[in-house]
């Protein structure tokens, strides 16, 4: 058991990193317009009980780290209406990130 | 829409006394009973008078949480901006640890969520949406709006959001950065608004009163010169 200690954090600050683009199995926290987008680790927000498991009764454990990652608008929306310099921030678990291909420092 | 048109689902009447649950809150009463049951409501009210039956929740859980929802409104989140523009150390203390300085105020936010306070700028705009489904900072705000759990707005606001701004009456400049918050997890975001210009020397009492819900949601600013100091 994983227990309640969460791992280390895969992804420190201003880390580069795409969100996956498979399939959501069942309850999942990733919204679908960020799947494949790239972007960086604006902060680390903590572990939490992942909500993936805690949806189907399960205990939520091993302890899921969650990261805000901040995307520019014009990387998600192509034809965004506005300047490059807007950005958008969510909230991810890490299982759902990758390095992203521009960074594999 | 159900076909059910029956004005009262509740199988065990609260209002019968000759039973002896005088303590009992008895089950929720429905806030609208003029229209028919929706389905949603069908089913809440089953799963809800299972929980009880099954001894999971009592009746009396359920009334101290609606009453606590109740004492929630943007008033409270007025309260604590109003704080955060005359109190440096309380600002700082906020954007660190909205948690624990909620807590220093006495606002428990409960244990389901964290919070997280995001500062408005002359440079960046902040801006709250849930796109997933409608999370609200609402130990802090209350019930959210009904246009902020929309599909339109949580549609739209991720990926226009200075047209749905203008749409609230907020043109943002271009030099300002936009920046949305799709609060998808385990957070909860209140945006700290700016302090309008003119409102130097007001109290906090008076502060309080000029912020506005949806100026905490991100899709207002708060415009001085539209507000005269009281007293």
Known sequence: MSGRVPMRPK???????QVTSRPPQGHCRTPWYLRGKTGVVASDQGAFH???RLAYHKPGLPLARLYKVRFRQTDIWPDYRGPASDHLEADIYEYWLTPSAKDQT | MSTHDHDDHDHDHAHDH????????GPLQRDHDADAMSAYEVLETVIRTLLVEKGVLT??????QIDLMDSRSPALGAKVVARAWTDL???????????????????DIGTLADFRTVENSPATHNVVVCTLCSCYPKYLLGIPPAWYKSMAYRSRVVSDPRGVLEEFGVRMQEGVEVRVHDSTADLRYL??????????????????????????????????SMHRATG
């Open chain 1, 11 to 17: 992804y420190s600050e201003g880390a580069q990193v």
């Open chain 1, 50 to 52: 992942d909500p993936e």
């Open chain 2, 18 to 25: 000759g039973h002896g649950h005088t303590h009992d809150p």
């Open chain 2, 59 to 64: 009746n009396d859980e359920i009334a101290a």
């Open chain 2, 89 to 107: 150390a309380f600002k700082q203390h906020l954007i660190e640890d909205t948690r624990a300085a909620l807590a220093g105020m006495g606002i």
């Open chain 2, 191 to 224: 945006v700290l608004p700016m302090r309008p210009a003119g409102t130097e020397g007001w109290s906090e009492t008076q502060l309080a009163e000029i912020v506005t819900r949806d100026s905490m949601i991100g899709t207002a600013v708060l415009d001085g």
